[in-house]
């Protein structure tokens, strides 16, 4: 077995532990691997036993990858900050975007989306710890930018993407993700005709904790792939 088959195997049943301490079905939390920084090849071996779902942060380097395994059956969710000239590729190329943050990335999204493909499906990223350093719309903005968003044609407004600030304790992790919950609560009383069904939330340091309060999506990285090594990438964003 590969190293990242194992970890694929140990990942998925950590995933099932948690669900079922949550009382949840393991099938209602996604894993999506992170894939920044990691060659093509490392994601050919993820594919190979069984990931299908990846996220990527960096445009430049994540179309480089797409166009590398065209031959997969792969679901590519943008995950990283969008420069507003940049929103075209990502409409054109993804499945899923996580971080918009305010409606003019939104409205470009579904503009740009080519005609014949799926609506795009959105995550409204969310500053939960209100960070001032943090992309991500305030919990405050929300009704009134998930309002907007929906009424956009191309886009499929799906829910909420959050990264809390760092805690090493278990027990405190769980609330900003049970703010989480609470905000796509909200919005889907706010907002009935819309497939408000995920949170994407939850890393390779508090990944249980996000289950516990109703992650639908975890976004792993360093837990699949091992940590990363940033000296050689030049990045494109
Ligand atoms: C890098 C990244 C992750 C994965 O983080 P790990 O700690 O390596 O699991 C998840 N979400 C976002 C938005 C990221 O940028």
Request: proline content about 5%.
């Given at each position: 077995?590969t ?13 099932k ?20 920084t ?27 990858k ?108 769980r ?26 939330m939850?890393?390779s ?8 309060e ?20 030049s990045?494109?964003?």
């Amino acid at each position: 077995m590969t190293q990242i088959t194992d970890r694929l195997e140990k990942l998925h049943s950590q995933i099932k532990a948690a669900a079922e301490t949550a009382n949840r079905q393991p099938q209602t939390v996604q894993l999506l691997a992170v894939s920044k920084t990691r060659e093509a090849d490392e994601l050919r071996q993820a594919w190979s036993a069984g990931q299908r779902a990846f996220g990527e942060n960096y445009l430049q380097e994540a179309l480089d990858k797409i166009e590398a395994l065209q031959d997969l059956d792969i679901g590519w969710h943008f995950i990283g900050p969008i420069q507003s000239n940049k929103t075209r590729p990502i409409a054109e190329n993804f499945d899923w975007v996580h971080s918009v943050d305010r409606f003019k990335i939104a409205q470009r999204l579904s503009d740009q989306r080519p005609a014949g493909m799926a609506p795009l499906n959105i995550c409204l990223q969310v500053n939960i710890s209100e960070e001032t350093s943090k992309s991500g719309a305030l919990p405050a903005d929300l009704p009134a930018l998930a309002a907007e968003v929906a009424a956009l044609k191309n886009i499929s407004l799906r829910g909420l993407m959050a990264i809390p600030a760092s805690n090493d304790d278990p027990q405190l992790q769980r609330r900003p993700f049970a703010q989480m919950q609470a905000l796509l609560q909200t919005l889907q009383q706010q907002l009935p005709d819309q497939p408000l069904d995920t949170l994407s939330m939850g890393m390779s340091a508090d990944m249980e904790a996000a289950i516990l309060e109703g992650a639908t999506i975890v976004r792993i990285g360093t837990a699949l792939f091992g940590p990363r090594d940033y000296s050689n990438h030049s990045s494109n964003h």
